[in-house]
């Protein structure tokens, strides 16, 4: 077995230690006598799975007791729907940030069902950091405020929360668990799991009781109610169970590291590996600005596409992979989740130092 050092965006490289134990238990979970792939999600044994997975988050992002977890499917753009659907019911009309291509996707769906006020966008300079939000364009009925916490993409990460009197909904698939938030500054919190989490097919929703009164739009899919979700615990339909054992096993090594404080002292420390070597150089150039700077996506460019191209394909060959921008971007990305060890960093930063010198521009 040779694993390699993967940078990938997502699905993205999980912890060692949770495919390990996952590996151990494929066949037989403890003493239940199958795999967890296996089990019913009604059963007792699987229901204690899914009971510390709740429990294990709640307790790491500290989680008040008016939220509720929900495990679902259909990846955070669904959510891009499920929120107007669910959440644009009392005037009709939401504000949303624009920071990102996923942003625009959520704002291009929300506009199906009802009215969209664009607060702020840096659509205008390549997203290139989080727009500066002008307070009097908050429409006082907006139903809730939506925007994306970390833009996966571009490399940015809102360091401060939109102050706004609306509902705060936010797409954290890409910063959850990464760093401390308080969850009680948000209405609603959703994650696509492949980033930060676990296995795609996964998504968590953190919902505040208030936000679960709201009658959803009347031709709401059913599987698309939160309240439907809410009331059934997850498991109105069968959930997607094995993703959500394996998430629970990410939890457990988050807590074992520490909990989230101590992995996000390691994320500080990963980053600033990277964003340092940046600054103390001239040959790459980081695009971001750098009170926008996000610790789980870090982008650069050489300034020379074909240079980009083989900086790619020889980091390939030493073993450091999907270090390729996203297609709409170009240049490099380099997703530093959680799992991605310190290690990992040290060695793309030695490759890139080492990729200068050998290719002078
Ligand atoms: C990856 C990502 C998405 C899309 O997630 P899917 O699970 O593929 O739907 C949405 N928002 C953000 C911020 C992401 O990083």
Redesign the pocket.
Known sequence: MNRIYNFA??PATMPEAVLERAKNEMLCHGTDGMSVMEMSHRSKMYLAIYDKAVALLKELMEIPDNYKILFLQ?????QFASIPLNLMTVNNKADYIDS?N?AA?AISEAKRYGKVNVVGSTKDIAYARIPVIDESKFDPEADYLHF?T???IFGTHFNQVPKTKAPLVT?M??SILSRRYNVNDYALIYA?A??NLGP?GL?VVIIRDDMLERTPMEFTPTMLKYKTMADNDSMYNTPPTYGIYIAMLVFEWIKELGGVDAIEKLNNEKAALLYNYLDSQSYYTAPVEKDSRSMMNVTFVTGDQDLDKKFVSEAAKAGIVNIAGHRIVGGMRASIYNAMPKAGVEALVSFMDDFAKKNPK
């Open positions: 965006a997502g259909g990846g955070a753009s669904t990102g996923f996707k994306t970390n833009n996966t797409d698939s890409s696509g492949q980033k795609a998504t």
